[in-house]
């Protein structure tokens, strides 16, 4: 059983950055991804990438933002956050699969086996 743990999150001023790491306790072979609760609303899609890095979709209200990265060596994943805006304050979720999916498919939460706790972001104005 994977285990993945996120951390990196915090209280930032608008137009800041953080960067948020998620390890997991084994190797993850497949895609990889970040998804985002804001209280009282759906758990949403951030990014994801694919096992080699060669598929790194974004949603559009991230994108030239944030930019999304893995270490595979380590087993790991990155959420670099630039340029944050109260908006973006949600709880993150790191999450993972055993597959190395379609890019179609990495856009849905329902497509990941394994997910993280969360690490809370909060921007303030």
Same mark, same amino acid.
């Given at each position: 059983? $994977?285990?993945?743990?996120?951390?990196?999150?915090? !209280?930032?001023?608008?137009?800041?950055? !953080?960067?948020?790491?998620?390890?997991?306790?084994?190797? *993850?072979?497949?895609? @990889?991804?970040?998804?985002?609760?804001?209280?009282?609303?759906?758990?949403?899609?951030?990014?994801?990438?694919?096992?080699?890095?060669?598929? +790194?979709?974004?949603?559009?209200?991230?994108?030239?933002?944030?930019? *999304?990265? +893995?270490?595979?060596?380590?087993?790991? $994943?990155?959420?670099?956050?630039?340029?944050?805006?109260?908006?973006?304050?949600? @709880?993150?979720?790191?999450?993972?699969?055993?597959?190395?999916?379609?890019?179609?498919? !990495?856009? =849905? +939460?329902?497509?990941?086996?394994?997910?993280? +706790?969360?690490?809370?972001?909060?921007? =303030? =104005?």
């Amino acid at each position: 059983q $994977v285990q993945l743990v996120e951390s990196g999150g915090g !209280l930032v001023q608008a137009g800041g950055s !953080l960067r948020l790491s998620c390890a997991a306790s084994g190797r *993850i072979s497949g895609s @990889m991804g970040w998804f985002r609760q804001a209280p009282g609303k759906e758990r949403d899609f951030v990014a994801a990438i694919s096992r080699m890095g060669d598929n +790194r979709p974004y949603a559009e209200s991230v994108k030239g933002r944030f930019t *999304i990265s +893995r270490d595979n060596a380590k087993n790991t $994943v990155y959420l670099q956050m630039n340029s944050l805006k109260p908006e973006d304050t949600a @709880m993150y979720y790191c999450a993972a699969s055993s597959s190395n999916m379609y890019r179609t498919y !990495l856009y =849905s +939460r329902n497509n990941y086996e394994y997910w993280g +706790r969360g690490t809370q972001v909060t921007v =303030s =104005s």
